[in-house]
Each structure stands twice: as C-alpha cells, then as structure tokens.
C-alpha cells in the first residue's frame, strides 16, 4: 500500500474546511510534525545510546533532547518539507570511548532508524482507531483529518528509517554494513561519505532508488499492519459491542 493519489481522490470531497488540495496540504502537516518529533526523536535516540555505551559527547552538547532546535539543519529540514526526507544536524560521536569501536558505531547508529520503525508502529495503532472512528463518524471532519494526517505519518517514518539504512557513508546503514569489514577498510571507506552522499542524491533525483524503497515501504507497511491486528479486533469489538466509541 502506498500514498497515492486514488486515496486522496476518493477522500477529497469529504471535507468541507479544505479545498480539493486538502489532502495535499495534510500531506505538508504531517512532515512538519515529524520535524518536530521524529526527526529529534530519531538524534536522541542516536545519543542516547552512544551515551549509554560509554561515549558521553553528544550528551554533553544537550543532543539526547527531544528539542528539535537542538538538531536543526536547514538542508535537511527544506528537503524532508519538499521531498518527504530529510536528516538533521549530526550527533557527534567519539569511537574512542567504545570498548569495540565499529560495534559501537553500528549499535549507535541503528538506534536511528530504529526510532523510526517504533514511532511508524504507534502512529500505525493510532492510524487504525482512528480510521474506525472515521468509519462510525463519516462526518467528522477532526476524525478524518486525524486519519489522513497519521497516515502519511507511518509513510514518512518508514522512508526515514529505510533512506537511513541505505549502506552507503554518511547514512546510518553503512555503519552496520561496514561492522563486516576490517578495520582498515571500514574507515578508510567513511572518509568518502561526503562524495557517497552526492551519488545518493543522483539516484534520488534520477528515480532509480523509486522502485526499490517503494518495494520495501509496501512490505513494511503491510508488516506493520499484521502487527496491529490486536487495534483491529479491539475496534471491531467495541463496534459489535455496541460501545459508544
């Protein structure tokens, strides 16, 4: 399942505080709410862990901080708004401190994209009660816009969490793929990542990335949707119940 435009189509007479753009304007809401939580939700997560294994500089600098002005970065922040991913400021971190230094770069890093699949699973829980509610109240415009807006939420963690894993410098995935290789070659490869990440934004551009990440984000949605099966039978119930809901 993916966003596109039958679902906003089949929705856009619903409301009537928005024009036919209001789906596309949900859209725009949902990026910025993810801005403002998952983006510092997703550094936190990296420095906290780092922290927690025995490197205290990111949490020095005030980085385990669910502020997002503690991670802004102004690139990243226009090209999650425009193009529906982004990144933040780097948390810095200093393998001197590890006891294992390419163990704890990978632990420290998946902690990122981690973050990401959790908060994608909770909005996923709150997505479906409120689609329920939605589907008892097919005119409230406050349940619709809740849906709509969650929606689009789970689909933009999830790219987060897959654009970071990409195994490629500077991203999070390539301190995992890298764990496997040699010391020397592991960060003799890290010195290239600001070259990496231009050939990255060449694929993005040119679309050959498209095809694969909309693979995987229509599997990760479909898993996140068997997970949650627990909120269908919960919702399901209190309807044939008759609960007021």
Not at 172 to 182: A, H, T
Not at 218 to 231: E, H, P
Request: glycine share 6%; hydrophobic share 55%.
């Amino acid at each position: 399942m993916s966003v596109g435009k039958g679902d906003s189509e089949r929705h856009g007479d619903v409301l009537g505080l928005f024009s036919l753009n209001s789906d596309r304007i949900l859209l725009y809401v949902a990026r910025i709410l993810v801005l403002l939580i998952a983006i510092p939700a997703h550094e936190s997560a990296h420095a906290w862990v780092s922290y927690k294994l025995g490197d205290p500089t990111a949490k020095n600098l005030g980085r385990i901080s669910l502020n997002p002005a503690k991670h802004f970065d102004l690139t990243g922040t226009l090209c999650l708004l425009l193009l529906g991913f982004g990144w933040a400021k780097p948390v810095p971190i200093n393998t001197q401190y590890y006891q294992n230094k390419k163990a704890g770069m990978a632990l420290s890093s998946f902690a990122g994209p981690l973050s990401n699949f959790i908060m994608a699973f909770f909005f996923m829980v709150l997505l479906k009660v409120f689609y329920f509610l939605y589907i008892v109240n097919p005119q409230s415009d406050f349940y619709y816009i809740m849906h709509q807006v969650l929606f689009f939420m789970v689909f933009i963690n999830i790219i987060l969490a897959l654009f970071n894993m990409i195994p490629v410098p500077p991203l999070d995935g390539s301190r995992i793929f890298l764990l496997f290789l040699p010391e020397r070659i592991y960060f003799g490869v890290m010195r290239f990542e600001r070259y990496t990440m231009v050939v990255i934004f060449a694929l993005l551009w040119t679309g050959l990335l498209d095809r694969p990440l909309a693979i995987m984000q229509d599997w990760l949605f479909r898993f996140l949707g068997s997970a949650t099966l627990f909120v269908d039978i919960a919702m399901r119930f209190l309807l044939t119940s008759g609960s007021s809901i």
